[in-house]
């Protein structure tokens, strides 16, 4: 239960925090299948004044829960990169992305990989923070799979909660310096 991705012993952000600039364009972006990451996304744009964006497949994953897991399984065990539906036209103009999901099966879904391995995005100029929500375990994984998807981006330390748990995250936010 305590096994550790690859990448992992590297440290996972550059940056503790950043010089608060009000004049930041803040995207957050995430994925979310049962509502738990979409609510944590929503209330990060609500204290950051932030842009939202849902990463969204072109196959919905099944509504069963059971069903969900055995194709999220299936899905990382053959790396594969779902298509997604959704775009970002104007990733040029934000300087910080957040980028969130849920942990499944220990680590990012893969539809978060297809989007930060997209070739229309270059996250290279950007700060990223990286975010989810989790049942209870793997959120350090998840968080450093975000990272690990993000190489030339900077990076800023990240959150996870369970469930809806909002806790801590306006905290989390202040430590960082995107809010003050
Ligand atoms: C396919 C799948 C795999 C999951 N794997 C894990 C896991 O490895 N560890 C964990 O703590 N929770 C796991 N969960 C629970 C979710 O991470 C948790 O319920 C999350 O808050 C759901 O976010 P969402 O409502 O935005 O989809 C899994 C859920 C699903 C559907």
């Excluded at 590297?10 to 803040?26: C, F, G, V």
Aim: proline share 4%; with cysteine.
């Amino acid at each position: 239960a305590c096994s550790k991705d690859e990448g992992s012993d590297t440290p996972l952000y550059q940056y503790d925090s950043i010089e608060y600039d009000a004049n930041r364009k803040i995207l957050i972006t995430y994925f979310s299948w049962g509502g738990n990451t979409q609510h944590l996304a929503e209330e990060i744009a609500n204290m950051t004044d932030g842009t939202l964006f849902r990463i969204e497949t072109v196959n919905p994953y099944p509504t069963d829960y059971n069903e969900c897991t055995e194709v999220a399984r299936e899905e990382l065990d053959n790396g594969v990169r779902p298509e997604l539906s959704s775009t970002v036209d104007n990733l040029d103009d934000y300087d910080v992305v957040f980028v969130g999901c849920p942990v499944w099966w220990h680590t990012a879904p893969m539809a978060v990989w297809s989007f930060l391995e997209s070739s229309g995005y270059d996250f290279s100029d950007k700060i990223i923070v990286p975010f989810c929500t989790y049942a209870s375990t793997y959120r350090e994984e998840t968080l450093a799979k975000i990272v690990e998807l993000t190489p030339d981006s900077r990076h800023l330390q990240g959150f996870g909660t369970t469930g809806r748990n909002t806790g801590g995250m306006e905290s989390w936010l202040r430590t960082i310096h995107i809010i003050r």
